[in-house]
Every structure is written in structure tokens, then in C-alpha cells.
């Protein structure tokens, strides 16, 4: 990620990975194998990084208190991207093998389950602040609730705006707006702060999904790790998509594609083009920075300089980034 | 459940089925649809009947108080259900279609994960005894782990006999053992009742799953909603399998069948007929009566003789049960 936003939280973050490696060991020989496959299969560690960026503005951060919690939102990420890889039958991610691909469908399904178990077991046994442990089980549910929306309606191109933004909500916003809350409530930041910085990540988090949404439309498949248009592909339409929909010449041809589960690989290619030819990537672009302006407009008064400077480079980082 | 069992409790159960269907109740149609199904399928309740018979073993029940973690342990029950039918591809479960058999293999991972995570918000906004939370998440850990095993150990007859009771632990006997212990602390039971009463759960979780397993190599399809056979099936040897790949004269061909990923429909006959034939089935029904008159002994001095009484039936009924 990018230095700027490093700096603060790079010790921290090193710890991090220590501990997630710590924390997928079992006495079970392979869920320790599958846990550590995961944790060696990178990640940008977006949350643990804003969570310890909100822990790092408060007047009380102690790492090995804070830790745990880190812990326990990474371990809920992974889980909820092994049942995801399951679901979309996905082959690899960031371009190294799935758990489903290198374990299997069963295996996968289980050792899901026992990550989003063991992630709540290491809220419960670290007395954290009230209310921390309802939030994440809450996020849990709209993680669920937001994939079994975009499942069921999947090829339905429910197109309306509104949609769109509630679905990235409950898949990315929520979840980045709760890290920094709750990165401000166990280094006992007071209230006014713990909520601006909800609000911070939840709006970069409508910007992060925006954006990946778009490099799924426009980035080559090596850079992401997966194809492009691989969104098209599953029936799930997108910003930049919705867009095409409606000010496109071409528009009823990208419909009959995107409502079709038959699409051949040559008709996800037009679709691709269709929406490249249209203003669904500025336009979905202008909304990411919107959402970023927002991020940066919301920044409580009053923090640390360096927690500041990583939560402004931290919003410009997700603007520019290409993977 | 046997009517001396129900007595104390039978109120507890009736509310317990009207909160299920309020706990299943989601602003998103499909959420509510599916957990209605999951209620209304029925189940033996067996767990928060447990529950409830312990918690009117301490001196301060309170119904109101103790239901959202009765709610709990039945949801937490469905979605491990739930993932296991997807798992094991089940089409019917108790003579009814499964989720994944009426929604999909998606639908149903996502929902199980919706109720483990909803399970887990129940407990947390409900300020029960401190370790709750971590008891239930743990447990959560456990029966995934036990499934993590018997996944990867099918078709390979591991068949010591600590095995297999320490993979019927952390699939039931943990369980049941936690729902007596809870019912207890929330109660505020003090702690030689509540850790006798553990114990008294652990021994008939023991003795429900020898009975459990042996149906499936006894009972009709009829009776118990699925096909005789299916662990054999799906490469899972139980305690009469391992008896009688111990005892049997045609041992050699049981093994080769129940080590054989490929076995056709008259193979499993075959091994369930040499299972049949051998001691195996009255070697099970011994350790599971061992492990029932362990439970009566185990039960606390000084219980409310209306309490006493039930457990004892429920030991009685689990002995007898032909489903």
C-alpha cells in the first residue's frame, strides 16, 4: 500500500501478519495448511490497515490490545472470500489457487465456517468494548445478506441506482466504515471522532468497490489476479454497467447480453466494449471521487498529523490504484 | 420428545418455536423464505430443550432472559445443517426437501452463514454470563473441525476406536454437554450443578450419537428420512462398522467396501448386511446404554425433583428412540 499511508501503522501492520499466521494454526494438521495458504495469499490488508490507521488517532492505542481485533477482521474477510471463491467457482484469486480449487468445494465450505467461528472466538476472549462483538456479527449478516441479494438477482440487470449503492454498501462500505469505528473505540477516541471516522470509511469504502467494479471492466487479466469482465460474466451488473444501460446507442444489445446466463465468452467481450465506448467509466470514476472528496471532507479535527496525513494518502491511494 | 421429558418444559418449547420464526424474519424476502422453511422442517429441538431443562435446574429462571440464547443454539444447529446437506449433497433431511435441493448450493452457504453470524448477534445483545460468547464461538470451531476430519479422512476406515469418539465429541456430545452447562449458568445454577449437569450432556450426546449412527445402519429409510447406509456411503465408518471390521468373519470384504469411494447401491447392502450379522450392532447399543447410565449417575444432588425427573426421562428416551 502506499507509503504514505504505511508509515504510521507499518510496524503494526508487520506484527499483523505475524499473528495471522500464529492464529491459523490448529491442532488440526490441515486446517493449519489451509488457514496458512490463505494468509500467504496476500492481500492488500485494507481493514486491519484502517482499522489500526482509527486505533493510531485515539489517546490510548496499545497494539497488543488492539491486535486481537485485527486479527479477528482479516480472518472474517478471508473466511467470507473462501465461501465467495466457492460460490463463484473461482479457479484462483490475486492469481494463486483457491481453497476450493487446491481442497475442494466441502473442505472449503468448512474451513470458511471455522474461520468466522474463530474470529468471533477472539473477540469474545479479549473484552472488548460492548457492542464490538454485535457489530461484527451484524456486519457478518449484511456481508451474507448483501452476496444472497446479488446472487438471487444475479442476470436480472436490476439496474436501478439505488440498488447498486445499497449492494457495494453492505459488500465493502460497511465493513471499511466499521474498522475505523471500531479502530477509535478500543483506543478510547471520543465519540465525535469514532463516528467522522465511520463515516471516512464508509465513504472511501463506496469509492474502493466503485473502483473495483471498474477495474473489472477495464484492467488486463494479469494485473487482477482473474478476467475481466468476469462481474458480466456472473450476471452481477456494475456501475460503469448500469450506466452503459441507460445513455448507451448500443444499450439494448448490452442488455440482452448481461440478462443472458448463456453468454459466450465473444458476448461478454462486446459487452465489455459496449460499456468502454460509453461514459459508464467516467461517470462511475466521477462517483469514486465524489466518494473520496466526501472521505477527506469528513476528517475529524483534531488528529494526530500523521494519522491524518495516512487517512488523506489513504483516500488518494484508492483513486489511483490499478489492482 | 417423550411426554415425562416435556412436561417441565413444554411451554419453554412452544414459545421457543413461535421466537424461531421471529428470528428468522430479515427485511430481505429470500433470507426470511429460506429460515421459515429451516423452522417449519421441524427438528427434535433436542438441544434447547436441554437448555431449558437446565435452566429450570438453577434458582432464578427467567424465561424472557433465557430465550435469545435458546434461539441461538437451535439457529446455530440449522446452519450447521444447512452446510452440511450442501456438503454431503443431501436432497431430504427428516423427509424434507433440504436448502440446497430447493435453493442451490449458493443460496444455501450463504444462508447457513447468515444464521451462524445472526446466532452470533442474538448472544450479543443479549449481556449473558461472560464466556457465552466464547463457549458458543469455540463450539462453532469444533463441530466445523469434526467435519473438517471426517471429510478428509472418508474411505479410509480410520477406524481406532478414539477416533471415532473423539470425532462423535466434537460433533455432538460438546454440544449437547454446553446447552446443559448454559441452561445452568444462566440460571445462575452454582458450579457443581453446572459442571455435573456439562457432564450429564456430554454422556447422552455420546449415547445420541451411537444411536444416531446406529439407525443408519439399522432403520428403514422411512423412519429416520433418509436412505440406510448413507455414512457407509459416504465413507464414514461408525462404531458398529468398526466393531465388526473387528470381529467380522467377512471383515476383509467389508473393508474393501467401505474403503471404496466407488461402491455401488448392493455394496453398501452387502456391508450392512455383514454389519448386521455381526456383534457390532450389540457392541453399539452397549457403550450407548454405558454411556446413558453415566448420565443418570452424574446428575447433581439437590436438583428440582420435576428437573430430575425429565433428565432421567431424557436419558430414557434417547435410549429407546427408533428415529
Redesign the interface.
Known amino acids: 500500500m502506499a507509503k504514505a499511508m504505511f508509515g504510521v501503522i507499518q510496524d503494526d501492520l508487520v506484527a499483523l501478519e505475524k499473528e495471522l499466521l500464529q492464529a491459523v494454526i ?1 491442532p ?1 494438521p ?2 493449519t495448511e489451509i488457514g496458512t495458504h490463505l494468509v500467504q495469499s496476500g492481500g492488500k490488508r485494507l481493514r486491519p490497515a484502517l482499522y489500526f490507521l482509527a486505533a493510531r488517532s485515539g489517546p490510548q492505542f496499545d497494539r497488543a490490545y488492539a491486535m486481537p481485533l485485527a486479527i479477528a477482521i482479516e480472518v472474517i474477510h478471508m473466511a ?1 472470500l473462501v ?1 465467495d471463491d ?2 463463484d467457482e473461482a479457479g484462483t484469486r490475486r492469481g494463486t489457487a483457491t481453497a476450493n480449487s487446491k481442497w475442494g ?3 472449503a ?6 474461520l ?3 474470529a ?2 477472539l ?3 479479549n473484552h472488548y468494548e460492548e457492542g464490538i ?2 457489530r461484527l ?5 449484511g ?3 448483501g ?3 446479488q ?2 438477482s444475479a442476470y436480472q440487470a436490476a439496474r436501478s441506482m439505488p440498488d447498486y449503492y445499497r449492494r457495494i454498501e453492505q459488500k465493502t462500505a460497511d465493513f471499511l466504515a466499521l474498522c475505523c469505528e471500531m479502530g477509535a473505540l478500543v483506543s478510547k477516541a471520543d465519540d465525535r471522532i469514532s463516528k467522522a471516522l465511520y463515516t471516512y470509511g464508509h465513504s472511501i469504502g463506496m469509492a474502493f468497490q466503485i473502483t473495483d467494479d471498474l477495474l473489472d471492466v477495464m484492467a488486463e487479466a494479469a494485473k487482477i489476479g482473474k478476467p475481466a469482465g468476469n462481474d458480466i460474466r456472473q450476471g452481477i451488473v456494475t456501475l460503469p454497467v448500469i450506466r452503459a444501460l441507460d445513455t448507451s446507442p448500443d444499450r439494448a444489445e448490452l442488455m440482452d447480453i448481461v440478462t443472458n446466463p448463456e453468454m459466450t465468452d465473444a458476448m461478454v467481450a462486446r459487452a465489455l466494449a459496449i460499456v468502454r465506448a460509453s461514459d459508464g467509466i467516467v461517470f462511475a470514476q466521477a462517483q469514486a471521487d465524489e466518494f473520496l472528496q466526501l472521505a477527506k471532507r469528513v476528517l475529524p479535527a483534531g488528529l494526530p498529523t500523521e494519522a491524518e496525513q495516512a487517512f488523506l494518502a489513504a483516500a488518494d491511494f484508492i483513486g489511483r490504484r490499478e489492482f
Open positions: 490448529s488440526i490441515l486446517i467470507s465461501h466457492v460460490i468445494n466441502q473442505l465450505i468448512l474451513s470458511g465456517d471455522y468466522f467461528a474463530h468471533f472466538s473477540v469474545a476472549s462483538a454485535l456479527s451484524e456486519l457478518v449478516c456481508l451474507s445478506s452476496e444472497i441479494i446472487d438471487a
